[in-house]
C-alpha cells in the first residue's frame, strides 16, 4: 500500500476543507468553473433522455403485446421506434456512463501502483480512451453522412434512416469530452479522479469494509 497522501486541503472559512482549485461546497473554481457548469448541463439532458427512452421503449413494447393479443394486430412500428430507441439509450448512456465512473475497470495493474503512478496511469487511459473516441466519432458520422446523402429511409415509417443512428457519433463525442475532462481534472487536482466527478476511492472502500 503507498504511503503517498494527497496535498492537504484548505479550509474555506465555513468549516469545511475543499480541495486546492474548488470553491465553497468543493465545486471547482477558477477556469474549470465553465466547464463543470456545461457539464452538469449535459448531465441534466442526459438523465432525461435516458429515463424518458426507457420509458418510451417499456410503453413501445407493451403497446405492441397489448394489440397483438387484445386486438388481434401489432403496432407495424414497434421494431423501428425500439431500434431507434437502443441506440439513444446506448450511445447517451455511453458518456453518463463515464461521467459517473461506472465503465468497466480491469484494475490489476492499476492497483499495485502508489498515487503518483495510478495518477500517471489514469492519465495515460483517459487521454487514450479520449482520442479512441473521437476516433469512433468521425468513423460513425461518415457512416451517417453517407446515410444522409444515399436517402436511405426505413421500411415502415419511411422516415431517414440516418436519425437512427445519428446518435452514435454524438455519443462518442460525449464521451470523448468526458474523458478529456477527466485528465484536466486529474491533472488540477493531487487526488486521482476515475472521472470528472468521481474520485478513486476504490482502496478506501476496501479498507472500511475490513
Known sequence: MSDERPAAATDGGDGTEHEPGQGHGGRPRGWLAPLS????????????????GVLLMAANS??????????????????EINQFLIVLVTFVGLGYAA???RHIRM???YDQFGDTGRKALMLLIAGGTAAVMFVLAWYSWSYVDGLARRGTVTPSLQIPLYLTYLWVPVGFVITGIQYVLTVVRN???PDVFISYEQIDAYDEVEETAL
Open 37 to 52: 457548469a456545461a457539464d452538469r448541463v449535459i448531465a441534466r439532458v442526459e438523465a432525461i433522455i435516458l429515463a424518458y
Open 99 to 101: 461521467r459517473k465512473g
Open 107 to 109: 484494475s490489476a495493474v
Open 187 to 189: 491533472l488540477q487536482s
Open 62 to 79: 407493451v403497446g405492441n403485446v397489448v394489440g397483438r393479443f387484445v386486438f388481434g394486430r401489432s403496432l407495424y412500428f414497434t421494431e
